[in-house]
């Protein structure tokens, strides 16, 4: 009786052991599947596109800009959509990053920035200055529309890259300037920009345009699809 005893005293321990590493076996995979869950739960984009700028009623592209590339280049832009894309943001709390430059090359620059004001956008108005004295010559400048655009939404800077830190800092819904360089370089990380060329000798060919699938080239601050 006692070799029996042993006997089966050994198989079951030897049957506990292959039971602890089949439960541990099956415990592993478990864990392993719910971690792989939770990782790809947590990178995926919360509702919508990834990156896809939102506004104020949850609607895509029109909250601002993207941090990373949102447009790219396009061999040909359907123009017309740009367009009324941006039409379509009248009254709605977009963010327009517009420089100094077409401001002050405009018939009437302020009635502009106005309006843009009373369709419910947020101006942020950028200049490039050389000096104090041509700071303070802006400011001066902008004083009686100072209820409508108050000095916090007026920036100045001394070099094109502290333009392109503020337009990337600031996430814009719009970029607008007389710029090409500018205008060419933010349009990856802007939903919407708008070249406005002007009287620029460069103006005359399709090549000397900003070519993406989300710029609009107009000829003077006029033309934008809010006030046209």
């Given at each position: 009786?006692?070799p029996?005893?042993?006997?089966?005293h050994?198989?079951?321990v030897?049957?506990?052991?292959?039971?602890s590493?089949?439960?541990?076996?099956?415990?592993?995979?478990?864990?392993?599947?719910?971690s792989?869950?939770?990782?790809?739960?947590?990178?995926?984009?919360?509702?919508?596109q990834?990156?896809?700028?939102?506004?104020g009623?949850?609607?895509?592209?029109?909250?601002?800009a993207?941090?990373?590339?949102?447009?790219?280049?396009?061999?040909?832009?359907?123009?017309?959509?740009?367009?009324?894309?941006?039409?379509?943001?009248?009254?709605?709390?977009?963010?327009?990053y517009?420089?100094?430059?077409?401001v002050?090359?405009?018939?009437?620059?302020?009635?502009?920035?106005?309006?843009?004001?009373r369709?419910?956008?947020?101006?942020?108005l950028?200049?490039?200055?050389?000096?104090?004295?041509?700071?303070?010559?802006?400011?001066a400048?902008?004083?009686?529309?100072?209820?409508?655009?108050?000095r916090?939404?007026?920036?100045?800077?001394h070099?094109?890259k502290?333009?392109?830190?503020?337009?990337?800092?600031?996430?814009?819904t719009?970029?607008?300037?007389g710029?090409?360089?500018?205008?060419?370089?933010?349009?990856r990380?802007?939903?919407?920009?708008?070249?406005v060329?002007?009287?620029?000798s460069?103006?005359?060919?399709?090549?000397?345009?900003?070519?993406?699938?989300?710029?609009?080239?107009?000829?003077?601050?006029d033309?934008?699809?809010?006030?046209s």
């Amino acid at each position: 009786m006692a070799p029996r005893y042993g006997n089966h005293h050994r198989g079951g321990v030897l049957s506990l052991a292959s039971l602890s590493e089949s439960s541990l076996a099956w415990i592993a995979v478990v864990i392993g599947a719910v971690s792989i869950y939770y990782y790809f739960k947590k990178r995926r984009p919360q509702g919508g596109q990834p990156n896809a700028p939102r506004d104020g009623q949850g609607g895509q592209v029109v909250g601002g800009a993207a941090r990373h590339p949102v447009g790219g280049r396009a061999a040909s832009a359907p123009v017309e959509n740009v367009r009324d894309a941006i039409l379509a943001g009248r009254g709605k709390p977009w963010t327009l990053y517009i420089t100094w430059d077409v401001v002050s090359s405009a018939s009437d620059g302020q009635r502009a920035l106005a309006e843009f004001l009373r369709c419910g956008a947020n101006v942020i108005l950028v200049a490039r200055v050389r000096s104090e004295a041509e700071q303070c010559e802006i400011l001066a400048t902008l004083r009686p529309m100072s209820d409508l655009l108050p000095r916090h939404k007026i920036l100045f800077c001394h070099s094109e890259k502290a333009f392109e830190a503020f337009a990337r800092q600031l996430t814009p819904t719009v970029l607008m300037s007389g710029k090409r360089e500018l205008c060419t370089l933010l349009a990856r990380f802007v939903p919407y920009v708008v070249y406005v060329f002007g009287n620029s000798s460069s103006s005359g060919t399709g090549e000397q345009l900003v070519i993406a699938s989300n710029a609009l080239n107009i000829s003077t601050l006029d033309a934008f699809p809010w006030l046209s």
